[in-house]
């Protein structure tokens, strides 16, 4: 019987997160999820009101805790590795929002929705071009043609 010790290599606790966050999602949510999100682009967006579109981001940064709960105590529970990785993850989650308040991503959601290019790319790639914008990311270029591309 083979021992822990592939759980100690930082491939193995990488390969066990990834099948981990597989089987605890759900393959079928996820294609729930990948059929609806190009229904939530552009003009799903375009639809809303300020006070939805609010609503909507909110319930983002929502899921965002909710999943850094959710895999903090789980990971910290059983795997010490893995949770040093995702406490720096969630650190450079919240660089990326720092300065950025709900009402500041509606806004930037809007002119981005402006853009006819990016009418089909999905709200929540979206929250992630205004906030790489606003840190001046400079790898946005490539991610946005790689969103328009797949997202035509």
């Known amino acids: 019987m083979m021992g ?21 999602s759900g393959l079928p949510a996820a294609q ?6 190009p229904r939530r682009a552009g003009s799903y967006w375009a639809g809303l009101s300020r006070e939805q579109k609010t609503d909507l981001v909110l319930g983002i940064f929502d899921g965002f805790n909710l999943n ?5 105590i789980t990971l910290k529970n059983e ?10 993850i969630m650190r450079q989650s919240d660089a990326y929002f720092a300065d950025m308040p709900a009402g500041r991503i509606v806004t930037g959601l809007d002119s981005f929705y402006a853009e ?10 979206g929250v992630w071009v205004v906030v790489r ?5 400079p790898t946005l270029p490539e991610f946005l043609e790689e969103l328009r591309n797949l997202y035509p």
Not at 32 to 37: N, R, V, Y
Not at 116 to 125: G, L, T
Request: overall charge positive; aromatic content about 8%; glycine content about 4%.
């Open 133 to 137: 914008k606003n840190r001046r990311d």
């Open 68 to 72: 850094e709960n959710i895999l903090g």
């Open 79 to 88: 795997y010490t590795i893995c949770s040093d990785i995702m406490e720096s």
């Open 116 to 125: 006819r290019k990016n009418k089909n790319i999905p709200i929540s790639w």
């Open 4 to 24: 822990r010790e592939w759980m100690t290599r930082p491939e193995g606790l990488l390969q066990v997160l990834l099948l981990w966050l597989l089987l605890t």
């Open 32 to 37: 729930t999820l990948a059929a609806e999100a």
